[in-house]
């Protein structure tokens, strides 16, 4: 059975390539992907996540309001009963903030610039780490 994967963009930002680009990558990679696209309230995040019963929800952010939507999707996602529910997180985000999205629930952080075949194999491991837990 494929890992199921969420690919939301919370908040307001309007530019998905990225986002479009990991979504085909996990599809390709034989991961089962759910893209939400863009302008995606936390709640809404969570509430599919359940619906859909993913094992990982991926936020592509590049507004620069990381660390706030990251904190609200995990409380969302807490909330909603789906605290197994693997949150990460990629897109503009400074080598700074990385530990901050760690401590809000993010288990990886995926900055600009990170090969796909990093994001694939990292997912890969992760998802492979909860499933034997």
């Known amino acids: ?6 690919v939301a963009k919370p908040g307001l930002d309007g530019h ?3 986002a479009k680009l990991v979504a ?8 089962e992907v759910i ?4 302008r995606q309230r936390p709640a809404a995040i969570a509430a599919i996540a359940v619906q859909e019963d993913v094992q990982v929800v991926g936020l592509s952010i590049l507004s620069g309001a990381h660390v706030a939507l990251t904190e609200k999707t995990a409380a969302a996602l807490r909330d909603a009963g789906a605290d197994d529910v693997l949150l990460v997180v990629g897109g503009t985000i400074p080598q700074r903030d990385v530990a901050r999205l760690e401590a809000a629930g993010a288990v990886a952080v995926y900055p600009t610039g990170t090969p796909l075949e990093t994001v694939v194999e990292s997912l890969e491991t992760l998802t492979r780490a909860a499933r034997t837990s």
């Open 35 to 38: 893209y939400l696209g863009i």
């Open 24 to 31: 085909r990558a996990l599809r390709d990679a034989g991961f």
């Open 16 to 18: 998905d390539r990225g």
């Open 1 to 6: 059975m494929p890992v199921r994967v969420l």
